[in-house]
């Protein structure tokens, strides 16, 4: 029998989301992000509950190709453009629009012979300082692209390094405008955090990823707060129990102590599945949707949890580690680290099942 441990999909979650993003930007058409896996949400399943997108945004050539295989006929754009030529050919081929952030990718089009157009978001770095044409460089490639026969639309991109924090866009918005003024093409610029807090940078086609998941891009403000639904739980099994004497440890290490007789819990869940290793004892867990909190270091495999005040609680009660109930916000705090990672962290074992 398989590990009890599930990362339950919630489609009609997805479906609220996608609702929320274009009530957020009701003019801009949605590429809607489902790099990593569907953010560890599994692609085909996210694509397939937001089928309504005006596109999708991945990485990869391979996630481009299953997701024409299996029919959606969208538009899909290659978020860090082709990496080589069999790429580009693969984009003409499957009908992809690329992102192009380098000169090296400017050589490899002009170079090519195709037979159709290709579509290009040329991406100008505004001030992140990761993929883009420096600003003098980006007027130089537009002209590049225009005169080359082998493209087709334009589209004009940067993206934001701050859109979720006090330091905002302005500056990446300014920089972006000055470069841009007077050209009459479309734009993307805007991730989660810019389509809830910045309006003025929707421009025609918005870039949400997180908040498709229920996820806040936000430290200071939670997903119901900006009525978003998580689209993720992960739910497992408690599998084995102890009963702790005062002075008793658990886990490698023995990082936590017992001070007074207390009743653990061992749930199949552990780092090998994505749960983060780093989340110290306290951090909160539900079981049979009470309350209680991690004990201890967490392992490969395995990780405990307090069941001293829940006496009904036994082999086989359900245990949410994130998801309904239990924000990952919270989990990801604890564990010093960001809902993003968590929700793309979960490893091939963890079964995924969605369901409405
Ligand atoms: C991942 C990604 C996004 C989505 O960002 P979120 O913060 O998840 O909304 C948007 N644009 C680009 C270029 C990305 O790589």
Same mark, same amino acid.
Do not use: K
């Given at each position: 029998m398989p590990r009890p441990l599930r990362a339950h999909i919630h489609l009609a979650a997805l479906r609220h989301n996608l609702a929320r993003v274009r009530r957020a930007a009701p003019k801009a058409r949605v590429l809607a992000v489902i790099k990593a896996n569907g953010y560890g949400h599994g692609m085909l399943d996210v694509a397939r509950a937001l089928q309504d997108a005006d596109g999708f945004a991945v990485l990869e050539i391979e996630e481009a190709k299953l997701l024409r295989a299996v029919g959606f006929r969208q538009d899909i754009v #290659?978020?860090? =453009? %082709?990496?080589?030529g069999a790429d580009l050919a693969g984009a003409e081929r499957y009908r992809l629009s690329i992102v192009v952030h380098a000169r090296e990718q400017l050589d490899m089009i002009e170079s090519a012979t195709r037979a159709s157009k290709i579509d290009v978001f040329l991406k100008l770095n *505004? =001030?992140?300082?990761?993929l883009g044409f420096a600003p003098g460089y980006l007027r130089p490639a537009l002209a590049r692209l225009a005169a !080359?026969?082998?493209? $087709?639309c334009i589209t004009l991109m940067t993206h934001f390094a701050?859109?979720?924090? !006090?330091?905002?866009v302005a500056s990446q918005m300014a920089c972006f405008q000055t470069l841009t003024e007077g050209l009459a093409l479309p734009t993307s610029l805007a991730n989660s955090a810019a389509v809830l807090?910045?309006?003025? /940078?929707?421009?025609?086609w918005i870039r949400p990823g997180l908040m498709l998941y &229920? &996820? *806040?891009?936000?430290?200071?403000?939670d997903s119901a707060a900006l009525e978003l639904r998580p689209a993720m739980t992960l739910q497992s099994e408690i599998i084995g129990l102890q009963q702790l004497q005062p002075g008793q440890r658990v886990g490698y290490g023995g990082c936590f102590e017992a001070v007074e007789a207390m009743r653990v819990a061992v749930v199949a869940c552990g780092y090998g599945d994505g749960? %983060?290793?780093?989340? %110290? /004892? $306290?951090t909160p867990v539900r079981v049979e949707g009470q309350p209680s909190r991690l004990l201890g270091t967490v392992s490969m495999d395995m990780l405990c949890v307090d069941? /001293?005040? #829940? %006496?009904?609680?036994?082999?086989g009660s359900t245990v949410t #580690?994130? =998801?309904?109930? #239990?924000?990952v916000e919270e989990v990801a705090r604890c564990a010093r680290t960001v809902n993003y990672e968590l929700l793309c962290g979960l490893t091939q074992r963890v079964r995924l099942a969605a369901s409405d």
């Open positions: #290659l978020l860090e =453009g %082709p990496f080589n *505004s =001030g992140m300082n990761r !080359c026969p082998n493209v $087709g701050n859109a979720d924090v !006090c330091a905002g807090r910045y309006p003025e /940078t929707h421009g025609d &229920g &996820g *806040s891009p936000f430290a200071d403000t749960y %983060p290793r780093h989340a %110290p /004892t $306290g069941i /001293t005040h #829940l %006496p009904q609680a036994g082999v #580690l994130w =998801g309904e109930g #239990l924000p």
